[in-house]
C-alpha cells in the first residue's frame, strides 16, 4: 500500500495525468515518491514513442517527432523544461550565490533561458526524428535523465530555505534503497538496446552528470527544483545525443 502511495504520488508529482488524488498528503509521501520518479520517466518516454511511431505511418519524420515533443510537453506540464529555463536564466545572469536563487525563483524567462530552451527542444526534435527505428532509445532516455536528478538529491543538499519551493518535501535525503530501486528502474529499458547505442548513451548521460553535478555543487553547494529540471532536460538530450552517434 505505501509503495502504491509512493508510485502514485510520483506520477501526480512530473506529470499531468489525471489520477485518484491522495485525501491525506503528507511530506513522506513524496520523499518516498522519489524512488519511483524514473519509472515515470519511462511512461512519458513510452507514451512519447507511441506518438512518434503513429504519427510517423501518416507524416515526414521532422513532423512527427514534433508531435511527440509536444505530447511529452503535454503530458509533463513542461515541468522540466521550466527548470532548464529558469536554471540557466539564474546562472547565466547571477554572479552570487544569492542572486542566481533570486533570479530562478522569478517566473520570467530571460534571454539565457529562452536561448537554452530552444537549442533543447530542437536538439530533441531532430534526434527524435533519426529514432524512429529504435523507440527503446526513447523511453531509456527517459527513464535514466529522471534517476540522473535522483542520483544529484542522493548526494547533495537542497539549498532553499523558503517553505514555498515545490522541491522542498523532497529535500530529505535519498536512502540507498531508494537509490538502488531507482537504478534498476532506469536500467530495465536499456536492456532492449544494441549495446552500442546503450554503452553511448550511457556514457553521454554519465559525462552530462559529473558536469551539472559539479555546476550546482560550485555555483550553489547545492540543488533546487529547477536544477534538478535541469538535469533530466541536459542528461536526457545528451542520452539521445549519444544513442544517435553510436548507430
Known sequence: MREARAALMAVMFLTRIPVPSLPDFRDEDLQAAARWFPA??????????????????????????????????????????????????????????????????????????????????????????????????????????????????????????DDSARAKPLATRIGAGGLAFGAVTALLPALFLPWQAACAGAGAMLAARIYWGWVCRRRLGGYTGDMLGAAQQISFTAGLLGVVAAS
Open 40 to 161: 515515470v520517466g519511462a511512461l512519458v518516454g513510452a507514451a512519447q514513442a507511441m506518438v512518434l511511431l503513429g504519427a510517423a505511418l501518416i507524416l515526414p519524420p521532422m513532423v512527427a517527432a514534433l508531435l511527440a515533443l509536444g505530447a511529452a510537453l503535454m503530458i509533463t506540464g513542461a515541468f522540466h523544461e521550466d527548470g532548464l529555463a529558469d536554471a540557466v536564466d539564474g546562472l547565466g545572469g547571477g554572479y552570487t550565490r544569492e542572486r542566481v536563487l533570486t533570479i530562478m525563483k522569478d517566473s520570467r524567462i530571460g534571454s539565457f533561458g529562452a536561448a537554452a530552451l530552444v537549442i533543447a527542444l530542437a536538439l530533441q526534435a531532430v534526434v527524435l526524428a533519426e529514432l524512429l527505428a529504435l523507440p527503446a532509445a526513447i523511453i531509456a532516455a527517459h527513464a535514466a535523465s529522471r534517476f540522473v536528478a535522483l542520483s544529484i538529491m542522493a548526494t547533495q543538499d537542497y539549498v532553499r530555505d
